[in-house]
């Protein structure tokens, strides 16, 4: 039987690669103006691997379970966002789904009892290429220029950091502010493919710099204990 800390090492070591191969589909797409299916093409491959290999891991009680089909499925729709790139009412429409259920996967893993590292894992990074896939839509239809891929990457570039780093023991707490700004976040993005350039476009200035803020926050907040220590 696999022990918590291996399970937490391995979802880890996969956290790592798959920023570490999103991060580089996005740097070819914007210095070698590939397409946007080389970003797809590599997460659809990293996250096909993550699911095969985590049975008996999935859940507490073994299975799949419901919260993480939920998650699966708005990993699907989140991939087909990039089919509607003409039509801005429906990525809109869509994207408010995806957020929408975002809410309903961990209610059910509680529901159900079948909480696990695995769900945790899979519901964040879900979020996180949620966020890079709005940005990148935003960039090709000229929306808002390249700035606007800060808060996409932000958090491949935080996870590349503490690959590279190696700072003192640290483990991401999800917290009601974190998920208040997600929310708020994506809603801002949403609203970038309406056509209200004049209220969207200060909006995400704004919450891209508060991510800045608080990218460095989160920094200085891994590295204070040691020095507490010291």
Not at 129 to 142: A, G, K, P, S
Not at 161 to 175: C, I, N, R, S
Request: aromatic share 14%; proline share 5%.
């Amino acid at each position: 039987m696999i022990t918590e800390p291996l399970i937490q090492a391995k979802l880890i070591r996969w956290s790592n690669l798959h920023s570490t191969v999103l991060l580089a589909a996005s740097t070819a797409m914007l210095l070698l103006s590939w397409p946007i299916v080389l970003l797809l093409g590599s997460a659809a491959f990293s996250f096909a691997w993550f699911i095969v290999r985590g049975p008996g891991n999935w859940t507490s009680i073994g299975q799949f379970g419901p919260a993480n089909a939920v998650t699966l499925f708005r990993l699907l729709l989140i991939f087909s966002l990039t089919a509607f790139a003409d039509r801005p009412d429906l990525i809109i429409l869509l994207a408010l789904l995806i957020l929408c259920l975002d809410g309903i996967d961990g209610w059910l893993a509680r529901k159900f009892n079948c909480t696990s590292e695995f769900g945790e894992y899979f519901d964040k990074e879900t979020d996180a290429f949620f966020m890079l896939v709005l940005c990148w839509l935003i960039v090709l239809d000229q929306r808002l220029s390249l700035w606007i891929l800060v808060p996409g990457l932000m958090r491949y570039v935080f996870v590349c950091f503490l690959m590279l780093a190696k700072p003192p023991a640290y483990k991401e707490q999800q917290t009601t502010t974190g998920k208040v700004v997600f929310v708020v976040t994506m809603l801002i993005l949403i609203a970038c493919f309406t056509d209200y350039p004049t209220i969207y476009q200060p909006l995400a200035l704004a919450i891209t710099l508060l991510l800045c803020y608080s990218f460095m926050a989160s920094i200085r907040l891994i590295y204070r204990p040691a020095c507490n220590d010291k």
